[in-house]
């Protein structure tokens, strides 16, 4: 059993543990996704529309501290994996509340999503106490999470469309103070590599979700040419999506400008919900079960998601290719929003995904033809970094 710091350790890949705790989310997602995979009378309602940000931001943003913390100081010690444990316990708990969140479950999602923040303060706060070298910030950064924690469970106290606003002024505040934290947090920054590791494998298993979005779809008795195009269209695009994604990502990984990780967390956020989007888009076109207008809107809001939260990171870690970026993105959300005007949205995906091959194209052509070996460090550098 590993005690020594994972921290910027040679070869260090993601622990079984976070790989284990990877699944529990992307289960939990599954739950929260599932509102999206169901029509009324051919449209998706307006609050099945609004929970679906109200649950799967808190959940991500549980994950992401947990990763973080474990970026920094993980040792894979048997304690900290009985507290992984617990607060995966505690993840699928309040995967139970998903669907009456708007509702009468609300005080009790609002409850464990803040008991489950507490765990992670404490996490910080044990690292304080430890008076670890140069992380006189842990304390600072457990109050943090702990005050955003508490403001939102005080929202289990309101009633009325203010407990919402309640509820996610704490993870405001939380995420706020953090991003506030940056530079104290530079005296043990990312580790970067790694963090670009957890990222990456957390949109493939984003991608799993939106193949079984669609495998899920293809069971259904009434094939006709359409439900054949989109499917083909589908997989497409989310292939297309994977390719364009992953052949450039490792790049970030030696980016000099991202130190804190604060671009590559955040803009995640976006494309994470891009592709759960999409993935409902893919389904309910090869199904025909969704007007043209709510498809637009599933449509448009997915690639836009994905476009943004692709593309900032790049945008910022490399100036030299920030004209192209712009102009790529410009082009390929006309072409999205365009498609969305077609007859039938088997002719909308079909445009979208067209849109996506363009990007691909562009991307190849005028950015990653392009060199930013000035804007990278060096491999040897970046090796013992890591």
């Known amino acids: ?59 991500w943003w549980i994950w992401m501290t947990h990763t973080l913390y474990s970026n920094r100081f993980d040792k894979d010690s048997r304690e900290h994996r009985l507290f992984s444990l617990c607060l995966m316990a505690l993840l699928v708990v309040l995967s139970l509340f998903v669907e009456s969140s708007l509702e009468q479950g609300f005080a009790l999602f609002a409850l464990l999503y803040g008991a ?43 009633s009325g469309p203010a407990k919402f606003v309640v509820f996610y002024l704490g993870i405001i505040i939380d995420a706020g103070l953090q991003i506030l934290l940056r530079h104290k947090l530079n005296s043990k920054p990312v580790d970067k590599v790694h963090l670009v590791e957890r990222i990456g494998l957390l949109v493939i298993i984003i991608l799993g979700e939106s193949l079984i979005a669609m495998v899920g779809s293809l069971d259904h008795e009434q094939w006709d ?11 497409l695009l989310i292939g297309a999506i994977w390719w364009i994604y992953f052949d450039s990502f490792p790049t970030l990984e030696r980016a000099k400008r991202l130190t804190s990780g604060n671009i590559l967390i955040f803009t995640h956020l976006l494309l994470c919900m891009g592709l759960l989007i999409l993935a409902n888009m893919i389904r309910h076109a090869i199904l025909g079960d969704l007007d043209r207008p709510t498809f637009a809107l599933l449509a448009i809001t997915g690639l836009v998601f994905f476009y943004l939260g692709k593309q900032i990171p790049y945008w910022y870690a490399f100036p030299i290719w920030r004209r192209a970026i712009v102009s790529n993105t410009f082009i390929c959300i006309g072409i999205t929003v365009g498609s969305s005007f077609l007859s039938r949205i088997e002719y909308s995906l079909i445009g979208m995904t067209l849109g996506m091959l363009v990007y691909v194209y562009l991307t190849f052509k005028r950015i990653l033809a392009v060199d930013v070996d000035n804007y990278l460090e060096a491999p040897h550098a970046a090796a013992a970094a890591s």
């Open 1 to 59: 059993m590993s005690v020594v710091s994972l921290y910027r350790s040679t070869g260090r890949h993601a622990t079984w543990l976070e790989l284990f705790f990877d699944l529990v989310f992307v289960a939990v997602i599954g739950v929260v996704t599932h509102d999206l995979a169901h029509t009324h009378n051919g449209h998706i309602g307006a609050e099945q529309l609004l929970r679906f940000p109200l649950v799967f931001i808190p959940v």
């Open 116 to 158: 489950i923040r507490l765990m992670l303060a404490y996490l910080y706060w044990t690292i304080h106490r430890s008076k670890e070298q140069y992380v006189h910030f842990a304390k600072d950064v457990g109050t943090a999470i702990a005050v955003g924690a508490l403001v939102s469970m005080s929202a289990a106290l309101i």
């Open 225 to 235: 040419l359409y439900s054949t195009a989109s499917s083909i269209t589908g997989f």
